[in-house]
């Protein structure tokens, strides 16, 4: 891997081969062994031009544990302001020795542009991870989801994964569902109002619900969003209250999942909006244990693009 920039057509056996990687170093990211040295002497620029908590953090945190230096540049006290351009703020990285990009951005394709851009001036030694562009993708969470499937329910293929909420502005569905069809999940269910849905999920391999009663029937994993609403033009119609009546995940609707149903959220979560604080908080939520699997999957990529 030269990048990591979307899930879209990366084959089963490199996302496996990531999953397989992260799984040793979960000692590492809880802290049972010491750091790595396996990016020693490496420079990595976390470049967030959008909020994160989650995202940001644990990349940071991966980074040093395997031993790299890490540079956070704070956007909002950087030249951008001043009208530099994206390209030219990498230029100025990498003159100053960068080995690696972390990259969240509002744009689309942000992150595509400066792999063409590293390609174009040949530069192919240095990294870019799409850390979420816009509503595209959001790699690393996807993988970071399949990682805590996989560690609650052991094997992709004889599960029915639900994927609920605001599925057309969401980068992370489009990243959960490219790695769900490619490990070879049978059923991928994607539950939502129409107005929330995009068009295509038939010929992404999904089977689509308007119901949310019906989509959640005996599903093994309910995999909520939350409503992006700074990726909407106007006002949330209907109203946060309206939309938890219709589309929120109690606990009366999850008893329709399987008993043994895994709850995930990639956060931040909108308690009382797309879900509620009893599911949230309770025995089927695996949303914390996702954060933590977030370092272990972030290490195996950083490690996995340092060597190449
Ligand atoms: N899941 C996720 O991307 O969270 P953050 O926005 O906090 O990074």
Redesign the pocket.
């Known amino acids: 891997l030269q990048h990591l920039l979307s899930l879209d057509g990366l084959p089963r056996e490199i996302l496996t081969a990531i999953l397989d990687t992260a799984a040793p170093f979960t000692e590492v990211a809880e802290r049972e062994v010491k750091k790595l040295p396996i990016l020693r002497g490496k420079s990595i620029f976390n470049l967030f031009f959008e ?6 953090t644990t990349f940071e945190i991966a980074a040093k544990r395997l031993s790299a230096d890490v540079i956070n540049l704070n956007i909002s006290t950087s030249s951008t302001n001043k009208g530099e351009t994206l390209l030219d703020t990498v230029d100025n990285l990498c003159a100053m020795q960068a080995d690696m990009f972390v990259v969240r951005h509002a744009s689309s394709g942000a992150p595509y542009l400066m792999a063409d851009h590293l390609r174009n001036t040949g530069r192919n030694d240095i990294h870019v991870i799409n850390a ?1 562009d816009g509503r595209h993708a ?1 790699p690393t ?1 996807g993988l970071l989801d399949m990682y805590t499937i996989r560690h609650f329910k052991h094997d992709f293929s004889n599960l029915v994964v639900a994927v609920v909420g605001d599925v057309l502005h969401s980068r ?1 569905a489009r990243s959960q569902i490219a790695a769900l069809t490619t490990l070879g999940v049978p059923e991928v269910r994607v539950i939502g109002p129409k107005t929330l849905l995009p068009t295509g999920l038939d010929k992404m391999g999904c089977r689509v619900f308007h119901d949310m009663r019906a989509g959640l029937k005996d599903v093994d994993v309910v995999m909520m969003l939350r409503l992006q609403n700074e990726r909407m033009n106007g006002p949330l119609l209907p109203s946060a209250q309206e939309f938890f009546k219709v589309w929120g995940l109690t606990a009366e609707k999850l008893a329709l999942a399987k008993a043994d149903a895994i709850v995930m959220h ?3 979560m909108n308690r009382g909006v797309e879900i509620d604080s009893e599911v949230a908080d309770g025995a089927q939520a695996v949303i914390l244990p996702q954060v933590t699997f977030g370092i272990a999957v972030r290490m195996a990529v950083m490690s996995m693009l340092g060597r190449s």
């Open positions: 909020n994160s908590t989650r995202t940001r979420g959001h969470q992370v990639p956060g931040p």
